[in-house]
Nanobody, 121 residues
Framework: QVQLVESGGGLVQPGGSLRLSCAASGGGFSIVSMGWYRQAPGKQRESVAT???????NYADSVKGRFTISRDNAKNTLYLQMNSLKPEDTAVYYC???????????????WGQGTQVTVSS
């Protein structure tokens, strides 16, 4: 129903920046919230930043002041601007979108395939 594709990951030095993008496609859904999650080796997936369709944001304490989540509704794209990157930010980053399906009356919870972010000198 909803397809999400992340891009923008890569290798960056500590203190550097990356901008992740998540393009959404499909139809018949109404977005409630979007977010970025990450999973580091040996750890559980954790929430990094979320944003509602009306712009309410929430950030993990570890990324506050460094990461910014935003969306472009016209382009159906979610972004994560990551600045002042640290080695501990190294993880696979996943895009998430949650919402409702008005026609069938149910909800959905979709995930992208993930994009690798590696912070190393």
């Amino acid at each position: 129903q909803v397809q999400l594709v992340e891009s923008g990951g890569g290798l960056v030095q500590p203190g550097g920046s990356l901008r992740l993008s998540c393009a959404a496609s499909g139809g018949g859904f109404s977005i409630v919230s979007m977010g970025w999650y990450r999973q580091a080796p040996g750890k559980q997936r954790e929430s990094v930043a979320t944003i509602t369709i009306r712009g309410i944001t929430n950030y993990a304490d570890s990324v506050k002041g460094r990461f910014t989540i935003s969306r472009d509704n016209a382009k159906n794209t979610l972004y994560l601007q990551m600045n002042s990157l640290k080695p501990e930010d190294t993880a696979v980053y996943y895009c998430n979108q949650r919402g409702v399906l008005p026609t069938v009356g149910g909800g959905y919870d979709s995930w992208g395939q993930g994009t690798q972010v590696t912070v190393s000198s």
